[in-house]
């Protein structure tokens, strides 16, 4: 069997700026994988490159089989893959519920019907989905009204509504308290469990990544310095080294903390 | 939702009750309409000339007794607006017959609805020649003399020039390139020598005159035809002046003659040029006499072209009424082919063949006194020499 | 060849007038984000001042005197403007300014009038400058000379005072962004004056500088301020120096393309611009604007389709209206008609505007061809009616077709332009093409059959095309494909990434909004029973907007009583006053700064209002009016530098999550408190 994701060294550079230098990895059906790094150590580039939004200067990215260098995002949306932001992207003139329904009208295929109520199709299926992120009792608000907190469970429904075999998520509780963060990350690793959907995140909170990946990545200048079990990355003296100094130690709660406000 | 369509239906509403037209058995209601808010320099003349007349009629007694009454509507300058005055003058306000305009288009526009609505229209400004000709129709009339009758005397001096190569400037719309046609094809018959060595077509209203007047001065013609006028005139005026354009060359010029824009030149007018125009000041008739005075007296301000053209243009609306003894508009189409008017141009008739007045121009020369622009050497060309015969107007004019 | 040497310093000083008038609405637009109308309005006050101070100072001191105080005059009242009309509308949409600013101009444009009456005014030549001089044998006006040093003299100048002035480099970095330099602690409403003033000063310096040229008249504010804003568009919005560029390239271009199509200057500057936008969508030296401020049209208050209750309601006004023949005369009908034919038109633009947040300065377009497409079947090839009256809609579609393609390429501010640049293409054939189109004479005798003349049964045709139309649109508004448009416009990253084609779904919407434009071009054909290039031009483009503006931007249909309020006006204004202008101008100005929300979108605010106390025990943090909405557009930017700033200490609890809410939402924490 394939992998889901397969990523044959990649790269990208900025005007002459190496931003990832060859990066290879893969992501199977049903594994979580997390890719960590400090600040401006390609994550987002990353990102942007296995979902379209920005095209690769050289290698290959595979996904279930198709290879997908050159897709816009919405013909790699088609595939299976959702996505979520790290500044959130909603659409805020829409309530919570029609935000769904437009990524499930897209994924029926009927955003060219011009004369059915739109707010009145796939309407159960949209619920469910908000049901399964708690944001049911939000369902009629406007989505621009929601808590930061909601709005990254909204995102995430909409990442779902396609049946997603694969789902990216930039930096998935940026922005979210604690407490909030482990339980977003619980819910999303149940559903990637439960649906055996490949997850492939990025995250500062050290604490999340560690809880919650199968696999953690670490990226630093471009280049994948390290990949392993989250125990094993942890004890990388390589990745020590890289984050030597932002209190990468085995007190993780702390180090997450301390890389937010690094971020600034 | 609700409330827009409450809006909507107190606006109807209001419409409604504006609608019923009060009507005075001894008033007779004639329509006018012109583009006061867009060309106020040429329609605010004008209207003083149609309200002096008005005055006049009205002194000795109104038509048949009855008192003239003019309902005067501004069309912004658009044919869609000038269409809906016309449409509330004839349906809601009950006039007998329409007046007015000064573009081309607009009279056009307002002579067809005129047609539609089977009301008579007397054009009083506007030049086009397919008003009369190939849009003609027995409910317009048109006092002005048109763009060819112009071309027509303009061209009779011209041939006189010795010039053979000779370029056009002119703006670039219908107007400008239909006279330019005129003059070309009515030149051409007295001239057959002559070669056109070059055509500038400016934008109206945005010319820029220094590549125009060099592009011009490359092609080294002897003699030139200017169709600009307003802003388009001073620029072109100017710049040619400074670069030596009119140096040792003869100009033709439409209209440049008239005050509308002669005098915004004060004593930059182009000396020597060839013109149609007014000269107010130098014509020695008893009737311009009249005219004269009588303007000058109410309005304490000096008459321009469009003055004579309002004032005409009630007088011949009032001279029809009073032949027709009727407001009827078959009556009045009858009364007013054939009309013979006295203006203070002289006496002049409205053709029956194709409804057009034999009313004429000023040619002259320009020439600069006191710091300000006049015509001298005046002629007055009677506009009948200048039309063509009945048999080519059948041919021009779409037959009833 | 001493020619064309010649012939391109001319070139030259015609560049340099036209920069010295598009400096000022660059430099504006850059800081302030102002789109200016008023920017030909203050040109030609510059020119009218000086008329009137060079008539009154002699000698070369007063000449030179009379220019820059007049200049500097109408910088006072530019300042005076932007205190009283703009500082109130900096937190709305971009295109209320663009109307406030529009508006001015109406009144301006009477105003002039009323000071300086009708009559062009010419005012006296540069003392010292009036001859020519001999250059290769050609004469050249000392004062072109002039000109051409004037234009990088100013542009050098502003290069001076934007790289070397502490003022300079705040105005350069609010250009890049005005969120970090309010966060500077920058006063910047002064800051905006001050460029306002800058700017203005520009254009009344460039209209004053026009004199020893042109005369002083009172429609030189229209004929140069589209030009300038081509001008500006081409070179780039916000660059100077792509200004100067820009009009360096369209005057030698000009002065050029004469000698060999003598007829290009109608259209040259128009078509550089979609030449250049379509290579080059940020113009020559434009960077890439980030998203806009705000897309038209987004709301936060989600739109619902009419409740049974309205829906009845509704229903009862149209029995009302159908019912108009029976109580009105053919007059009323008639403006009626022409209303209703106004609504299809402004209502097909608000699906463009406010559902796919494409603002279009070219809808007359659609509208013109429309008209066009049933005169040339009606006339040319002779069809009755019932065919005829399809050509319409059909020739509007196809034009969209075309345009639509290229249009949606670009966004905002430049999409405004290519759209303008199309329409202006397709008026100068109309007006040019006269053996077909018949030129500025139009084409007559277009009126429609028996069956459907008359004023009543024309009103009940327009009656059922424009409701038809309306509620089509609507459907539309609220079917899926409307969804997937107001998507895109929400965010085009997020809608991108659920697989909506953005270009597919905006040009479908091009087509669709031009389709029903045409339709309601058709109507008007035959309700003026002619045709003229004018139903393609700017004023048209610019009533849809006004239109679509008056009835709410952020609404579904308040076109339609944008459409209804400013057509009724406007015909009853145009039929007993010859000041019209003056007064729609006030009241456009009145409305911008009353209720930028527009008729609709007031009322809406309204019945919030009322709702609001029921509301807010449900829903403390239920937003209390429309202000809220005005922040909206930079809370993303702002909640995320929030998040990015804000420490979020480890165990800090669910403190952490009402600390982010607030940071997301601060206008609706101080609005919750009446």
């Given amino acids: 069997m394939t992998a889901l994701l397969e990523v044959e060294s990649i790269a990208k550079s900025y005007g002459g700026v190496a931003a990832v230098r060859g990066v290879s990895f893969t992501v199977d059906a049903g594994e979580i994988v997390a890719l960590i790094g400090p600040n401006g150590a390609g994550k987002s580039t990353c990102f942007n490159m296995i979902m379209g939004q920005v095209s690769t200067d050289d290698g290959t990215i595979r996904i279930l089989g198709h290879t997908t260098n050159g897709m816009p995002p919405r013909a790699v949306w088609r595939l299976g893959v959702g996505r979520t932001f790290q500044i959130t992207a909603t659409f805020p003139s829409m309530t919570v519920a029609e935000n769904v329904q437009v990524a499930l009208l897209s994924h029926q295929g009927l955003l060219s019907t011009f004369y059915r109520y739109a707010g009145s199709i796939a309407r159960d299926e949209a619920e469910r989905l908000l049901d399964l992120l708690g944001l049911k009792a939000q369902a009629s608000r406007a989505c621009g009204e929601l808590a930061y907190g909601d709005l990254k469970r909204l995102e995430l429904a909409v990442a779902l509504a396609n049946d997603p075999k694969l789902l990216l998520l930039d930096e998935p509780t940026a922005g979210m308290a604690p407490r909030e963060r482990a339980a977003l990350m619980r819910l999303t690793t149940q559903i990637a469990r439960d649906k055996n959907i490949g997850v492939f995140f990025t995250e500062h909170d050290m604490d999340v990544v560690f809880e919650h990946a199968d696999r953690v990545m670490v990226l630093d200048r471009g280049f994948l310095i390290a990949s392993g079990s989250p125990q094993e990355v942890r004890a990388d003296p390589k990745v020590r080294a890289t984050y030597l100094g932002e209190g990468f130690d085995d007190g993780a709660g702390a180090g997450g903390g301390g890389n937010e406000a690094h971020r600034s | ?400 | ?674």
């Fill in chain 3, 1 to 674: 060849m001493e020619f064309f040497v010649v012939q391109f310093l001319t070139g030259l000083a015609s560049a340099s007038s036209l920069f010295l008038a598009a400096s000022g609405l660059s430099i504006i637009f850059g800081v302030t984000r102002i789109l200016n109308f008023a920017h030909g309005a203050f040109y030609m006050l510059g020119a009218y001042l000086a008329v009137t101070l060079t008539g009154q100072w002699s000698g070369p001191l007063g000449f030179w005197g009379a220019i820059l105080v007049a200049a500097l005059a109408v910088a006072v009242f530019g300042v005076i403007t932007e205190i009283l009309l703009l500082r109130r509308i900096y937190h709305v949409p971009e295109l209320f300014q663009l109307l406030g600013t529009f508006g001015l101009t109406l009144i301006l444009q009477d105003v002039v009038v009323l000071i300086w009456g009708p009559e062009d005014l010419i005012g006296p030549r540069a003392p010292g400058l009036e001859g020519a001089v001999e250059i290769l044998g050609q004469s050249v006006p000392t004062y072109d000379l002039f000109l051409i040093v004037c234009g990088p003299v100013v542009l050098a100048a502003l290069w001076l005072l934007f790289h070397r002035t502490r003022w300079g480099v705040l105005v350069r970095a609010a250009t890049q962004d005005r969120d970090m330099v309010a966060a500077l602690g920058v006063n910047q409403k002064w800051l905006f004056t001050s460029v306002f003033a800058l700017g203005v000063f520009l254009a009344g310096l460039g209209g004053a500088l026009q004199l020893p040229r042109d005369s002083a008249n009172h429609m030189m504010d229209l004929s140069i301020i589209v030009e300038v804003f081509v001008v500006v568009v081409i070179g780039g919005l916000g660059s100077v120096p792509g200004a100067f560029l820009a009009a360096v390239i369209v005057s030698e271009l000009n002065a050029f393309g004469i000698l060999v199509l003598p007829k290009i200057s109608i259209v040259i500057v128009f078509l550089v611009m979609a030449a250049v936008l379509v290579v080059r969508p940020w113009g020559l030296l434009g960077r890439q604007e980030g998203a806009p401020r705000q897309a038209p049209g987004a709301t936060i208050h989600p739109w619902r389709p009419l409740r049974p209750p309205q829906q009845i309601a509704v229903a009862g006004m149209l029995v009302l209206a159908a019912c108009l023949p029976f109580f009105a005369g053919n007059y009323a009908l008639n403006v009626a008609t022409e209303i209703l034919i106004f609504v299809l038109f402004a209502q097909s633009l608000q699906l463009m505007m406010t559902v796919g947040g494409l603002v279009s300065f070219g809808h007359a377009a659609y509208f013109g061809l429309g008209a066009y497409g049933v005169a040339l079947a009606a006339r040319s090839l002779d069809l009755p009616m019932m065919p005829a009256v399809f050509a319409g809609p059909l020739l509007a579609l196809l034009g969209a077709f075309v345009f639509g393609w290229f249009t949606v390429r670009l966004v905002g501010v430049y999409f405004a332009m290519l759209t303008l640049a199309f329409a202006q293409i397709v008026w100068s054939i109309a007006f040019q093409w006269v053996e077909v189109t018949g030129g500025d004479n139009g084409i007559l005798g277009v009126w429609p059959a028996s069956a459907v003349g008359g004023a009543t049964r024309f009103y009940w045709l327009t009656f059922v095309v424009a409701v038809a139309g309306v509620i089509c649109l609507r459907i539309l508004t609220f079917s899926p494909f409307g969804y997937a448009l107001r998507a895109v416009r929400d965010s085009q990253l997020r809608a991108e990434a659920i697989g909506i084609d953005r270009l597919r779904v905006q040009w479908t919407a091009f087509m669709i909004a031009g389709t029903f434009a045409g339709t309601a071009g058709a109507l008007f054909a035959y309700l003026k029973g002619s045709v003229f290039p004018d139903y393609l031009a700017i004023p048209y483009s610019v009533d849809a907007l006004v239109m679509v503006l008056l009835g709410g931007i952020e609404t579904v249909s308040g076109a339609v009583v944008g459409a209804v309020v400013y057509k009724a006006l406007a015909i009853w204004l145009v039929s007993q006053t010859e000041f019209s202008k003056l007064i729609l101008g006030a009241v456009i100005v009145g409305l911008v700064v009353l209720a930028p929300e527009g008729i609709v979108g007031y009322l809406s605010k309204l019945a919030r209002r009322i709702k609001w106390p029921l509301a807010s025990k449900r829903d403390p943090e239920r937003p209390a009016g429309s202000s809220e909405k005005i922040m909206r557009p930079d809370k993303e930017k702002e909640s995320a530098v929030g998040f990015a700033l804000k420490p979020s200490p480890a165990g800090a609890g669910s403190g952490g999550v009402e600390a982010g809410s607030q940071e997301n939402s601060p206008p609706r924490m101080t609005k919750a408190e009446p």
């Fill in chain 2, 1 to 400: 939702m609700r409330v827009m369509l409450g809006i909507a239906a107190a606006l109807v509403a209001g419409f409604a009750v504006s609608n019923g037209p009060a009507w005075a058995a001894d008033e007779i209601k004639i329509g006018e309409i012109n583009s006061y808010s867009r060309l106020p320099a040429f329609t605010h003349p004008y209207r003083k000339g149609w309200q002096l007349a008005l005055e006049e009629i009205n002194a000795k007694g109104g038509v048949d007794g009855k008192k003239l009454v003019v309902i005067s509507k501004d069309d912004a300058g658009k044919p869609a607006e000038a269409v809906t005055a016309a449409n509330e003058l004839v349906e809601s306000d009950g006039v007998v017959m329409l007046m007015g305009t000064f573009f081309s288009h607009i009279g056009l526009a307002v002579s067809d609805y005129a047609k539609q609505k089977k009301i008579f229209f007397l054009a009083a400004e506007p030049l086009t020649d397919a008003l009369v000709w190939a849009e003609g129709h027995r409910y317009t009339f048109r006092l002005r003399p048109s763009n060819t009758m112009q071309a027509s005397m303009l061209a009779e001096e011209a041939a006189k020039l010795p010039a053979k190569r000779w370029a056009a400037v002119a703006p670039n719309y219908e107007y400008g390139q239909s006279a330019v046609a005129a003059f070309k094809q009515a030149i051409a018959k007295k001239r057959p020598d002559i070669e056109w060595v070059s055509e500038q077509w400016p934008p109206l209203g945005k010319i820029d005159a220094g590549a125009i007047v060099q592009a011009l001065a490359a092609a080294k013609p002897e003699a030139i035809l200017n169709v600009t006028f307003g802003p388009d005139l001073v620029k072109f005026v100017r710049e040619g002046t400074t670069r030596g354009l009119f140096k040792d060359r003869s100009v033709v010029s439409f209209l440049t003659g008239e005050p509308e824009y002669l005098d915004p030149l004060k004593g930059e007018a182009p000396v020597g040029w060839i013109v149609t125009g007014y000269p107010w000041y130098a014509i020695e008739t008893a009737d311009h006499d009249a005219f004269l005075k009588a303007y000058q007296a109410k309005f304490n301000d000096y008459p321009r072209l469009g003055s004579v053209v309002g004032y005409v243009t009630m007088h011949a609306a009032a001279a029809i009424l009073e032949k027709a003894k009727s407001t009827d508009t078959d009556k009045l189409i009858a009364a007013a082919r054939g009309l013979k008017l006295d203006t203070p141009f002289g006496p002049i008739v409205f053709r029956e063949v194709d409804h057009q007045s034999t009313l004429g121009a000023y040619v002259g020369k320009v020439a600069v006194k006191d710091g300000k622009g006049i015509m001298v050497d005046i002629k007055y060309r009677d506009g009948a020499d200048y039309l063509p015969s009945d048999e080519e107007v059948k041919k021009l004019r779409p037959q009833e």
